[in-house]
């Protein structure tokens, strides 16, 4: 059974730029939910994907979108990169049973420069 | 809307002794209350959960956690610390409302003294 698998691992960007950062879902998992860490601070719900919708947004702008796909893995983009998109992404999956028990992976670490 | 307060941003303990890290929660159902460690430069990992049933909850690496419905509180214990346990610890709380939104508290960096 593989764990959950994030790339790139790192990756540097200037303002105003475009990232798409990836993500495989552990086996058996049909929900992925993306996160933004901040330095120093706890991971900040961006947004849920359920069997390939969109099924829940945090607060964050329209610059952030996803995607599914119909083998769970997901992606997340960002648009006109800022300064302040600088954090650890972090992607989770989960079975969808309602437990809310996730299973993250490593990360992908931004920098905007 | 639910959220988690973590108390202490920083704690420290000798190796050997007690550690409690506190977390309070606010909910307006019946909670689903998580704590994740993360370890630097790595993606958090479970430690233990509460759902439904017993309030006192076990966990990995000899960390448990009381569910205190009066006090609303989830706080972390391990009777023995060891310098493996050095990490940051989230506290969580689960949102049952149609999908499964996690909200996290901002975190204790747990320090182990030799």
């Known amino acids: 059974e593989t764990g959950v698998t994030q790339s790139p691992t790192h990756l540097i960007k200037t303002r105003g730029q475009q990232v798409t950062l990836r993500c495989s879902s552990q086996?058996?998992?049909?929900?992925v939910s993306w996160y933004q860490q901040a330095l120093g601070q706890g991971p900040q719900f961006i947004f849920q994907y359920y069997r390939e919708e969109e099924n829940g947004r945090g607060n964050f702008p329209p610059r952030f979108s996803g995607l599914q796909f119909p083998n769970y893995s997901s992606e997340l983009n960002v648009n006109a990169l800022e300064l302040d998109d600088s954090a650890l992404y972090l992607c989770?999956?989960?079975?969808?049973?309602?437990?809310?028990?996730?299973?993250f992976g490593e990360g992908s670490r931004l920098t905007v420069l | 809307a639910q959220s988690v307060t973590q108390l202490g941003s920083h704690v420290s303990v000798s190796e050997g002794a007690l550690v409690l890290l506190r977390c309070n929660y606010s909910?307006?159902?019946?909670?689903?209350l998580f704590w994740y460690v993360q370890y630097p430069n790595q993606g958090l990992q479970l430690l233990l959960k509460?759902?439904?049933?017993?309030?006192l909850v076990k966990g990995i690496n000899g960390f448990e956690a009381e569910f205190k419905k009066s006090e609303t509180s989830f706080h972390l214990t391990k009777p023995s610390a060891h310098m493996s346990d050095a990490a940051e610890y989230f506290c969580?709380?689960?949102?049952?409302?149609?999908?499964?939104?996690?909200?996290f508290g901002t975190g204790t960096k747990l320090q182990v003294i030799p």
């Open positions: 509460y759902t439904t049933g017993a309030t």
């Open positions: 969580a709380v689960s949102d049952l409302g149609g999908y499964q939104k996690v909200t």
């Open positions: 909910s307006s159902v019946p909670p689903y």
């Open positions: 989770a999956s989960s079975t969808g049973s309602g437990t809310g028990e996730l299973f």
């Open positions: 086996s058996g998992h049909n929900t």
